[in-house]
């Protein structure tokens, strides 16, 4: 890979695909979401700490899935999410990856919301790599959510500005994404970091998801180091 000084400190992962992946394998649905958790996710974290990317986020749940799936579907997909938290904090506190999770986590199982509190709190001292996943997550959810935020606080209005409104979205303290890679051939971000994403490049590739690898990513990145980044000068 070249250019590894200016590797992205922020990669965004929108992934795409699970289900047109399995169907076109003659699977269930559900099988595509299983790989994708098992295998692919697991191996292009790897491979982000590898490169010391500093920041990952994965988009696992929309509000719109939430809203759209069946409860099937959901059930399965809370699941993958337990199996995937409980049986990654080890590796993630032996290679200091802390979790982050953006997104409404109300409507969440209860069982699940407690899983998610105690692997942030167990990995929270842990400075590799930060991965952030978003469940039950929407940029205009965020947005009304951090109005909300403060609205209820003692913030003065008057008072905001693009820099401190920033503090109350759910990703404060998170750099903005240079690069967004969606999978699974669809050419848009579905509203995703509507506000973090204002000067991210962009990469769309064809591939469904789980056919994302390490090598598909590594393409990815080399695309975003062929580009001269202006940010609107």
């Keep these: 890979m070249n250019n590894k000084n200016h590797l992205p400190k922020h990669v965004v992962i929108i992934p795409d695909g699970n289900r047109r992946w399995a169907k ?3 699977l269930p649905t559900i099988e595509g979401h299983r790989y994708a958790a098992q295998t692919t996710l697991p191996n292009l974290i790897s491979e982000l700490a590898k490169l010391n990317i500093k920041y990952f986020t994965f988009w696992a749940l929309s509000t719109e899935n939430l809203i759209g799936r069946s409860k099937e579907e959901l ?6 999410t337990r199996f995937f938290l409980k049986n990654k904090l080890k590796e993630f506190k ?3 990856i802390k979790l982050k999770i953006i997104g409404d986590l109300t409507n969440l199982p209860k069982d699940l919301q407690k899983e998610i509190l105690k692997i942030t709190a167990d990995t929270k001292e842990n400075k590799k790599m930060t991965l952030v996943l978003g469940l039950n997550y929407g940029g205009r959810d965020e947005i009304i959510r951090a109005i909300k935020k403060i609205r209820n606080s003692k913030f003065e209005i008057r008072n905001l500005t693009k820099e401190n409104f920033g503090n109350y979205l759910d990703t404060t303290g998170i750099p903005d994404p240079d690069l967004i890679i969606r999978t699974g051939g669809e050419k848009r971000l579905s509203g995703f970091m509507l506000w973090q994403s204002e ?7 064809d591939l469904y998801f789980p056919d994302f690898t ?3 990513l590594e393409k990815s990145i080399n695309n ?3 580009r001269q980044r202006r940010f609107g000068k």
């Design 24 to 26: 076109e394998k003659g």
């Design 75 to 80: 059930d399965y997909l809370f699941d993958l």
């Design 94 to 96: 032996e290679k200091g």
């Design 199 to 205: 000067y991210s490049e962009l990469y769309f590739s």
């Design 214 to 216: 390490a090598k598909e």
């Design 224 to 226: 975003y180091l062929q």
